[in-house]
């Protein structure tokens, strides 16, 4: 079982939700860090989702978070939860209610099942 550690890096273009992240095939996501970077000109409400794409569904992760202008949150700290595991094809979401600009910068270790 080969371990890959990676980063993805993501700018929001939009006010709908975006995929910032999807599992690739016959891989398992291990997700330690989810931050996100305020780049729009006001603060925004952010929500993130998961797909959970073999239950077919899709469910709040963090809803409405506001998140002020030029300002940097992580979204897995604290008791709340400080990692994430994802299966093969399921994605992280996120809506930005000010729009383009955006950053999320998520870290995952990708354990391949092949």
Known sequence: MANAYKNSIYTTTGTGAETIYTVPAATVGIVKSLSIFNGVAGT????ISILDSSAGTTT???KNSSVAADAKVEILEGEASTV???EEADAIKVTSSGGAGVVCTLSVLQ???A
């Open 84 to 86: 994430l595991v994802l």
């Open 111 to 113: 354990q391949d099942r």
């Open 60 to 62: 709040f992760y963090a």
């Open 44 to 47: 925004t409400n952010l929500t």
